[in-house]
């Protein structure tokens, strides 16, 4: 044990000429560090002491939940009126969605208004009110349309794609009905995304969308199994197949929106009417709307489908001339 202990003390110590036991370098710098981790300890200890004294004499409650913040009042103009929504489309803000970086979303929102209202044109003249007869309703000068040949829209990152259309026939004293099995309207219009009819060159902004500064497209879900036309004091009757067709509606001023025609391709078929009424709602909400339909008309606009009088003979579909 003796021989040991000597060992140690030898790896620490050194003797001098005099015989005297002399700490080695190493020695001293490592007791020099023992000594400062034994003070910072000490004095960790005291802290923690002195912390838990005070907690102990004076608990005091702790909240891991963030305070919400004060609600503050929509901002208003001085005079107390409303905010206008913006009537000029260069004061909107388009932003792509997770549905399509093409196809955007329009804020605010507020100016889906003046598109809905040519929509629920859309949908009156599918459940029996002649053009004229939803024009007048609507509050339209005209009827919200105008038929093209084609229409300039983006191909994604192929460019631009010049797309052929196709129209309603345009009669104001025609009317017509879109009705499933049951005799029930089964036309839903929902929202696709919108874009400008513009691009930035260089240092340029090229127009290639005529008078209407942004488009969206807007799909038409027909459900129905038949439709009928009437016209001249004559019904016209035809089968129909469930199919989705993509509408275009462009923009013009001070919240006018016009229908500027049906795609003629692509047209699909509906086979599953729930999961497409599923799919339906879920985009539409992504561009902060909701699909438009006949409850919607019968609620907003008040527009109930028109009673279908039969006052004529029926005449075989091929004699009226529609190309949507």
């Given at each position: 044990?003796?021989?040991?202990?000597?060992?140690?003390?030898?790896?620490?110590?050194?003797?001098?000429?005099?015989?005297?036991?002399?700490?080695?370098?190493?020695?001293?710098?490592?007791?020099?560090?023992?000594?400062?981790?034994?003070?910072?300890?000490?004095?960790?200890?005291?802290?923690?002491?002195?912390?838990?004294?005070?907690?102990?004499?004076?608990?005091?409650?702790?909240?891991?939940?963030?305070?919400?913040?004060?609600?503050?009042?929509?901002?208003?103009?001085?005079?107390?009126?409303?905010?206008?929504?913006?009537?000029?489309?260069?004061?909107?803000?388009?932003?792509?969605?997770?549905?399509?970086?093409?196809?955007?979303?329009?804020?605010?929102?507020?100016?889906?208004?003046?598109?809905?209202?040519?929509?629920?044109?859309?949908?009156?003249?599918?459940?029996?009110?002649?053009?004229?007869?939803?024009?007048?309703?609507?509050?339209?000068?005209?009827?919200?349309?105008?038929?093209?040949?084609?229409?300039?829209?983006?191909?994604?990152?192929?460019?631009?794609?010049?797309?052929?259309?196709?129209?309603?026939?345009?009669?104001?004293?025609?009317?017509?009905?879109?009705?499933?099995?049951?005799?029930?309207?089964?036309?839903?219009?929902?929202?696709?995304?919108?874009?400008?009819?513009?691009?930035?060159?260089?240092?340029?902004?090229?127009?290639?969308?005529?008078?209407?500064?942004?488009?969206c497209l807007v799909v038409e879900d027909a459900e129905n199994t038949h439709i009928i036309y009437s016209l001249?004091?004559?019904?016209?009757?035809?089968?129909?197949?469930?199919?989705?067709?993509?509408?275009?509606?462009?923009?013009?001023?001070?919240?006018?929106?016009?229908?500027?025609?049906?795609?003629?391709?692509p047209r699909l078929g509906i086979k599953d009417p729930e999961a497409n009424a599923h799919e339906r709602e879920?985009?539409?909400?992504?561009?902060?709307?909701?699909?438009?339909?006949?409850?919607?008309?019968?609620?907003?606009?008040?527009?109930?489908?028109?009673?279908?009088?039969?006052?004529?003979?029926?005449?075989?579909?091929?004699?009226?001339?529609?190309?949507?």
């Open positions: 044990m003796k021989t040991i202990f000597i060992t140690i003390l030898d790896g620490l110590t050194y003797k001098d000429l005099a015989g005297f036991r002399q700490p080695r370098a190493y020695t001293v710098i490592s007791a020099l560090i023992l000594i400062l981790l034994f003070t910072v300890s000490g004095m960790a200890m005291l802290n923690q002491y002195l912390l838990m004294s005070t907690v102990k004499a004076a608990p005091v409650s702790i909240s891991l939940s963030t305070p919400a913040p004060e609600a503050t009042a929509p901002t208003q103009p001085e005079s107390g009126t409303p905010l206008e929504c913006p009537g000029d489309s260069s004061d909107w803000s388009l932003s792509p969605t997770y549905a399509s970086r093409t196809y955007n979303v329009i804020q605010p929102a507020c100016v889906y208004q003046g598109l809905e209202k040519t929509i629920a044109w859309a949908l009156a003249v599918r459940e029996g009110y002649s053009r004229a007869r939803a024009t007048e309703l609507l509050g339209f000068d005209d009827m919200p349309m105008r038929p093209l040949q084609a229409v300039t829209i983006p191909a994604n990152a192929r460019g631009l794609s010049e797309v052929p259309v196709s129209f309603i026939p345009p009669d104001p004293d025609l009317t017509e009905w879109r009705l499933n099995a049951n005799g029930e309207p089964a036309i839903t219009y929902a929202m696709r995304g919108c874009f400008r009819t513009s691009s930035v060159v260089g240092n340029t902004i090229e127009t290639w969308g005529g008078e209407y500064s942004v488009i001249d004091g004559h019904i016209y009757t035809s089968p129909a197949t469930p199919t989705r067709s993509f509408l275009l509606f462009g923009y013009l001023a001070d919240g006018l929106w016009v229908w500027i025609g049906t795609q003629e391709q879920t985009i539409a909400a992504m561009y902060d709307t909701r699909p438009w339909d006949t409850k919607w008309l019968g609620s907003t606009y008040h527009l109930l489908m028109q009673n279908r009088r039969k006052t004529g003979g029926i005449r075989p579909m091929r004699m009226i001339n529609s190309s949507s």
